[in-house]
């Protein structure tokens, strides 16, 4: 296998077992972690709706240079048995074969974050960076176990939906609270995973996935909120607000 980062040997990543044996655990290696990665943020970018993607937005998910991107997705697209659908100028799809292997990446990060913060006491803004290194290594046995252990959770410490094994993702309905058009009673439904230092201001404000808040006003720059457990009302700058989606409390 070529040890270029641009070069990955796609066919080698591996998939789930389905002759009854016991899969084997994954090997590690930049090539692969790099193809995931890839899949993984095309899958987060194009949404429910599964809209193209364009690799800048792509490149500045992942912190690379955009002709890195290109290059990568030219090769994702003309593998064997390819993983997207690239169009030059016109962005890029996951393939059937690319969604599954992206959902299943998926379901093992959620699933470790999720391990990591009720077995073993991770803070929710320590579990994502974690889960990033591990979920390329662990095997479909020890995905069932943590599974079995947890109880087969539904959504992972950040409120997001963890896909079920058989690659489906039930949609979730809510709002970010920056998209908010009136004041009312709203329940987290959900917080970004993207900023560790955020999530752990939202944390120390008590806003976290389940909690119920009261948006008392807005302005561009500022929510004005309570939550159940604060006895004052809370200003959020618009950066905070941003990590939150909410949906109407029932």
């Given at each position: 296998m070529p040890n270029s980062l641009g070069s990955p040997k796609i066919t080698e990543v591996s998939n789930r077992a389905t002759d009854g044996r016991a899969p084997k655990t994954r090997r590690g290696n930049a090539n692969t972690e790099s193809v995931d990665n890839y899949l993984?943020?095309?899958?987060?970018?194009?949404g429910p709706e599964k809209r193209r993607v364009s690799s800048s937005s792509l490149a500045v998910r992942l912190g690379v240079a955009p002709a890195s991107v290109t290059n990568m997705l030219q090769k994702l697209a003309s593998s064997p048995s390819p993983f997207?659908?690239?169009?030059?100028?016109?962005?890029?799809l996951l393939s059937p074969p690319?969604?599954?292997?992206?959902?299943?990446i998926l379901r093992h990060h959620r699933l470790i974050e999720?391990?990591?913060h009720e077995v073993l006491d991770y803070p929710i803004e320590e579990v994502h960076e974690e889960a990033e290194r591990l979920e390329h290594f662990i095997s479909e046995r020890f995905e069932e176990r943590v599974a079995v252990?947890?109880?087969?959770?539904?959504?992972?410490p950040h409120g997001h939906c963890i896909p079920a094994i058989n690659g489906k993702m039930p949609k979730?309905?809510?709002?970010p609270l920056t998209d908010l058009r009136e004041d009312g009673t709203y329940i987290v439904e959900s917080v970004s995973d993207q900023d560790a230092p955020l999530l752990k201001r939202l944390r120390a404000h008590g806003i976290t996935p389940g909690v119920r808040l009261q948006v008392e006003s807005r302005s561009?720059?500022?929510f004005v909120l309570r939550t159940e457990s604060a006895?004052?009302?809370?200003?959020?700058?618009?950066?905070?607000?941003?990590?939150v989606r909410i949906r109407a409390a029932h």
């Open positions: 993984k943020g095309i899958l987060a970018l194009s997207v659908e690239y169009e030059k100028h016109r962005g890029v690319g969604e599954r292997r992206a959902l299943e999720t391990f990591l252990k947890l109880g087969h959770p539904r959504f992972d979730q309905i809510s709002t561009p720059d500022t006895s004052t009302a809370l200003h959020l700058s618009r950066d905070l607000a941003a990590a």
